[in-house]
């Protein structure tokens, strides 16, 4: 697939500053998508813009953003006036501070962007700035306007290129206190040990396959099935799992048979 | 637990033979942005969304929709949604852990919404004795369970005296880093210029708290409006001046340089220009474009 930008601007650190581009981790072009239908014709159904007090279609060409001033009174705003918004930020990733890597809290990583060199001749600058981070181990801060609002974002080499991450606001993240505070805080230390052997037993190296979609793969074979046919056939039930055994009343002899059975060389789960 | 909030999703969590009730609370929400009203520039209204037939044009009522996967050009497999949810398994309600990774080995690109993992009031103490485990491991664990119709998987890792369980993007909807960059010259950067961009990181070290930070874009939108209104000119985006491999050398000389003059009388800078001024938000319609970047090339189809 061809690779399209979603952004492009510069990169600065002080006065070194290079042309680069942008591009989300994360698509959802693979996912399987449903179109809906007419069901009396089978034509795809479009949605169409009218105009709200004549109820005529509004051609593409007449469509507008409308920032509203007051009630039905909108300020037209074209796509070059709300680049020329005053902040360097719309343009520009000035990269103000730096923190130790891991410093920044998960809970607080957004969306995952692909930063690059978007011409040549920023190719070592790019190098430089991306190097000298991996060096010393540090992330970078700034900021970003991105989709109509200014975020917080971290810079972090990775690879040839540099993982931009937006963060959350403040207000988006739930102070955990609400929702910690009444867990014990101590473990019973007899199980923590237990709990760590079968940790060992159970550990594995991560792979992108612990993040397959069976339901996907279920609708494209259902897809291929009706492809094959081409006329409507019933659609295989879904295999029902069985329930767990939900109520183990001794943790200590639980964690003692799971870590027994792990020994015995058996697959656990 | 969690008393005053309601819980996204209660059901157990299973590991090996031990088994114990918990439960999901959403841990950041997405804050809304700014939406422009779709307005008719040749009448100056506001517009509506109507759904009509590709072929006909004749509008197509809720009850008559259906959905369909294209499968040529123009043709579609019909497909109801009861088959839909015929695809997805029945939840046995358990958060089932198939392995622990080692933390330093989690690709957070892969991180979708974190959500608070808490235990019921009978499952403290498993609860309490897998996250310290986890937590003198330095592992997380993978999980996966039927989340929001869907199979999931969630990667839990401790958190203070709880666990936050973040639910993972699929294989299919991650570009590796790998492949993303491959093409980029294989540059490294060594001597004098890493030496000097070095020592301008040093003078920027610090710490940062994404949670203190203030969007300003909503003032600065605000204001370009009134420029609008009151006939002025719109500034020009100011011209950034990109450095030439020749100069790099020099760039980077002369901003540590400045950056060595300027840490001699240290200042400490507000992170935000305009940092307690508060977020007002402005009026929004109905009829918003809401999301329009992202879905914009699918815009006209449902």
Redesign the interface.
């Known amino acids: 697939m061809a690779?399209k930008y979603y952004w492009k601007g510069?990169l600065k650190?002080?006065?070194?500053?290079?042309?680069v581009a942008m591009?989300p981790?994360?698509?959802?072009s693979?996912?399987?998508?449903?179109?809906?239908?007419?069901?009396?014709?089978?034509?795809?159904?479009?949605?169409?813009?009218?105009?709200?007090?004549?109820g005529k279609p509004?051609?593409d060409?007449?469509?507008?953003?409308?920032?509203?001033?007051?009630e039905?009174d909108?300020?037209?705003?074209t796509d070059d006036?709300?680049?020329?918004?005053?902040?360097?930020?719309?343009?520009?990733i000035d990269?103000?501070?730096?923190?130790p890597a891991n410093?920044?809290?998960?809970?607080?990583?957004e969306k995952?962007h692909?930063l690059?060199?978007n011409?040549?001749?920023?190719?070592?600058?790019f190098?430089?700035?991306?190097?000298?981070?991996k060096?010393?181990k540090?992330l970078g801060?700034s900021?970003l306007?991105i989709?109509?609002?200014?975020?917080?974002v971290?810079l972090e080499p990775?690879?040839?290129?540099i993982?931009l991450w937006t963060?959350?606001?403040?207000?988006?993240?739930?102070p955990?206190e609400?929702?910690?505070?009444?867990?014990?805080?101590?473990?019973?230390p007899d199980?923590?040990?237990?709990?760590?052997q079968?940790?060992?037993k159970?550990?594995?190296?991560?792979s992108?396959?612990?993040?397959?979609?069976?339901?996907?793969e279920?609708?494209l074979k259902?897809?291929a099935e009706?492809?094959k046919l081409?006329k409507?056939s019933k659609?295989?039930?879904?295999?029902?799992?069985?329930?767990?055994?939900?109520?183990?009343v001794n943790?200590m002899d639980?964690?003692r048979?799971?870590?027994n059975?792990?020994i015995k060389g058996r697959k656990?789960? | 637990m969690a008393a005053g909030h309601r819980a996204q999703w209660k059901g157990f969590i299973k590991f090996g033979e031990v088994s114990f009730g918990v439960a999901l609370y959403t841990a950041a929400s997405t804050s809304d942005r700014i939406t422009f009203n779709t307005i008719n520039k040749a009448s100056g209204n506001r517009v509506n969304r109507v759904f009509i037939d590709s072929e006909t044009e004749e509008l197509v009522a809720k009850e008559q929709q259906t959905k369909g996967f294209e499968i040529e050009n123009g043709q579609y497999i019909v497909i109801d949604p009861e088959e839909v949810a015929a695809t997805i398994p029945e939840s046995n309600k358990t958060l089932e852990i198939e392995a622990f990774i080692p933390c330093s080995d989690v690709d957070d690109v892969y991180f979708d919404k974190p959500y608070y993992l808490t235990p019921d009031k009978m499952g403290g103490e498993g609860f309490a004795a897998l996250r310290d485990g986890m937590k003198k491991s330095k592992v997380a664990a993978i999980a996966r369970t039927i989340l929001f119709r869907r199979m999931r998987t969630v990667l839990i890792r401790p958190h203070g005296r709880g666990l936050i369980a973040t639910t993972m993007n699929y294989d299919y909807e991650v570009r590796s880093s790998k492949k993303a960059f491959e093409e980029m010259p294989r540059i490294k950067v060594e001597g004098e210029m890493l030496d000097l961009a070095k020592h301008i990181i040093g003078t920027k070290k610090g710490t940062f708290d994404p949670a203190a930070f203030e969007d300003r874009y909503e003032a600065a939108l605000a204001e370009l409006v009134k420029a609008k209104l009151e006939g002025r000119s719109l500034p020009k985006p100011k011209k950034v001046a990109v450095s030439k491999p020749n100069d790099l050398l020099a760039a980077l000389r002369q901003s540590a340089g400045l950056l060595k003059a300027a840490a001699d009388k240290p200042k400490r800078t507000a992170a935000n220009a305009n940092a307690g001024a508060g977020r007002q938000r402005a009026t929004r319609g109905s009829a918003s474009n809401a999301g329009a970047a992202k879905s914009a090339s699918h815009r006209k189809a449902s």
Request: proline share 4%.
């Open positions: 690779q510069y650190l002080s006065l070194v500053t290079c042309p591009t981790a994360t698509s959802e693979e996912k399987v998508r449903f179109h809906t239908l007419n069901r009396e014709t089978g034509n795809r159904v479009v949605s169409q813009y009218v105009d709200s007090v004549t509004v051609k060409e007449h469509e507008a953003k409308g920032y509203a001033r007051g039905n909108y300020v037209i705003l006036d709300l680049d020329a918004v005053a902040l360097d930020t719309v343009k520009t990269i103000e501070k730096f923190v410093s920044i809290e998960w809970i607080y990583l995952p692909y690059m060199p011409d040549a001749v920023g190719n070592e600058a190098a430089v700035i991306r190097d000298a981070m060096a010393d540090v801060v900021k306007v989709g109509r609002r200014e975020r917080a971290v990775r690879d040839q290129g993982v963060l959350r606001f403040g207000d988006e993240v739930r955990e609400g929702y910690f505070e009444d867990i014990d805080e101590e473990a019973d199980l923590v040990p237990l709990v760590q079968l940790i060992k159970k550990s594995a190296k991560w992108p396959d612990m993040v397959s979609d069976p339901v996907q279920a609708l259902l897809i009706k492809k081409l409507p659609a295989t039930k879904g295999k029902a799992a069985s329930a767990p055994a939900s109520n183990v943790i639980a964690l048979k799971s870590v059975a792990e656990a789960g």
